[in-house]
């Protein structure tokens, strides 16, 4: 990755920008954050409330996946990126601080990744290693969402059936693509939620009131997006130029490969390996359409990189300005498309109904899924001492326990990985008194 002035002003401004439209609830990278933003536009959530929700979401992914890859492959990434403007956007209290913020962000990305990595890193009990952990089942776990969805709103026998299926194309699918398990799980599992949706409304004939679409709520949430689209069309814009000045990769699918090819210059193997690269990320932006799409008609967020083909954009464009226009226009088109699938949905109450399970589903798909994640951190930091895994076990364990005991001060979201980082704290500073020491 070359720091330079030019790549250094795309990257603040696209850092600042995000942070704006996620403080303003326009669009959001994390598809777990999205739906509790209408929580808090309507009145139902504080906005501390939303940034705990967002921390906790998402300071794991930071921490691992967006330090840990933008180390390996000297690329930055959405982890690193944009889930930090998700809770920076979310935490500001005024509009004109979230920019800022955000932009001061990215400078911090670009010059002081391996200055952070080596402090955290220094420390004698190893922090950043075991928070790694954290994000380890959170995609995996998110992904079980519509199923949890089905089941809840269909019964126990149909939500096994949809397991059951879903379970095979997770095991099958990878075999003969390259779409990830979890992105066949949400994939799968979306369309099963919606095919049982239709199906449904079109055996009960209760979808009477489809032509009433200026009530509808997606119908009013996709129209929330549309008024937004300037914003997101420069969103879109910054991001596949980010991808273009190849400081930027979009995933794990595709960041090793575009490294690899980066450092061998433009050279035909180099060629290759980026259209590789862009075929890859195409296929894995097909498979999360159904989500993101459900994720923003249903909560009128969009998405930060839309169904994240700006990437695909990005990488096989010959220069920013082409890659600037077309990321532009994808969204654009995204978008437009999006508005589509809402008066589609508005036909269909079912669909409308499951919003609702939707978003819950989500909220405890992820919150076991960090908890677990925590607990597995935490352990791991104690395991490299003498107090031993049960050690560090029971320090995250008493913090969540305590939490549950008082009320639930703090979110279920946020209170496993706020356990799992005073545990390392706590390790660290027993180690310095004499009381922990080193195995």
């Known amino acids: 990755m070359e720091i330079n002035l030019v790549n250094s002003v795309i990257v603040v401004l696209l850092c600042a920008l995000t942070?704006?439209?996620?403080?303003?609830?326009?669009?959001?990278?994390?598809?777990?954050?999205?739906?509790?933003?209408?929580?808090?536009?309507?009145?139902?959530?504080?906005?501390?409330e939303m940034a705990s929700i967002a921390f906790g979401l998402s300071v794991g992914f930071i921490a691992s996946v967006g330090i840990g890859n933008a180390l390996a492959t000297n690329l930055l990434n959405p982890w690193l990126l944009f889930l930090a403007t998700d809770i920076i956007g979310v935490a500001s209290p005024k509009k004109w601080i979230a920019p800022i913020l955000g932009g001061l962000w990215g400078i911090l990305c670009l010059s002081g990744i391996g200055t952070v990595n080596a402090v955290l890193t220094g420390v004698p009990i190893d922090l950043i290693g075991a928070l790694g952990e954290l994000g380890t089942y959170v995609v995996t776990g998110f992904a079980l969402?519509?199923?949890?969805?089905?089941?809840?709103?269909?019964?126990?026998?149909?939500?096994?059936?949809?397991?059951?299926?879903?379970?095979?194309?997770?095991?099958?699918?990878?075999?003969?693509?390259?779409?990830?398990?979890?992105?066949?799980?949400?994939?799968?599992?979306?369309?099963?939620?919606?095919?049982?949706?239709?199906?449904?409304?079109?055996?009960?004939?209760?979808?009477?009131?489809?032509?009433?679409?200026?009530?509808?709520?997606?119908?009013?949430?996709?129209?929330?997006?549309?008024?937004?689209?300037?914003?997101?069309?420069?969103?879109?814009?910054?991001?596949?130029?980010?991808?273009?000045?190849?400081?930027?990769?979009?995933?794990?699918?595709?960041?090793?490969?575009?490294?690899?090819?980066?450092?061998m210059g433009n050279t035909p193997e180099a060629q290759a390996l980026i259209h590789t690269a862009a075929t890859n990320e195409f296929m894995r932006a097909l498979s999360f359409i159904p989500l993101i799409a459900t994720t923003a008609v249903t909560t009128g967020v969009y998405g930060v990189a839309g169904f994240t083909f700006v990437y695909?954009?990005?990488?096989?464009?010959?220069?920013?300005?082409?890659?600037?226009?077309?990321?532009?226009?994808?969204?654009?088109?995204?978008?437009?498309?999006?508005?589509?699938?809402?008066?589609?949905?508005?036909?269909?109450?079912?669909?409308?109904s499951a919003s609702d399970n939707i978003r819950s589903s989500m909220n405890t798909c992820v919150e076991l899924a960090l908890l677990i994640g925590s607990i597995n951190a935490s352990c791991v930091m104690g395991a490299s001492t003498n107090v031993g895994a049960a050690g560090g076990f029971i320090i995250t364990a008493l913090i969540y326990l305590i939490n549950?005991?008082?009320?639930?001060?703090?979110?279920?979201?946020?209170i496993g990985p706020i356990g799992a980082i005073a545990t390392g704290l706590i390790l660290n500073l027993l180690y310095l008194i004499g009381i922990v020491t080193l195995i």
């Open 19 to 48: 942070a704006f439209i996620s403080h303003m609830g326009m669009a959001v990278f994390h598809d777990g954050i999205r739906p509790v933003i209408p929580e808090y536009i309507e009145g139902r959530l504080h906005r501390s």
């Open 404 to 414: 549950e005991a008082t009320g639930r001060k703090i979110m279920r979201m946020a």
């Open 312 to 352: 695909f954009a990005g990488y096989l464009c010959p220069n920013p300005i082409v890659a600037a226009i077309v990321g532009a226009l994808i969204i654009l088109v995204e978008v437009l498309i999006l508005g589509y699938i809402g008066k589609f949905l508005g036909k269909f109450p079912s669909i409308r």
């Open 145 to 263: 969402f519509p199923l949890i969805a089905i089941i809840v709103q269909f019964g126990m026998k149909k939500g096994i059936i949809a397991a059951v299926i879903t379970i095979m194309f997770r095991f099958v699918g990878p075999m003969f693509s390259t779409v990830s398990g979890d992105s066949w799980t949400m994939l799968i599992g979306v369309i099963l939620l919606l095919g049982l949706c239709i199906y449904e409304d079109i055996k009960n004939k209760s979808n009477d009131d489809s032509d009433a679409l200026e009530g509808n709520v997606f119908s009013e949430r996709v129209g929330r997006i549309r008024k937004n689209l300037p914003f997101l069309m420069v969103a879109g814009a910054l991001i596949a130029v980010a991808c273009n000045v190849h400081v930027f990769a979009g995933s794990d699918v595709t960041m090793f490969d575009l490294s690899k090819a980066y450092a």
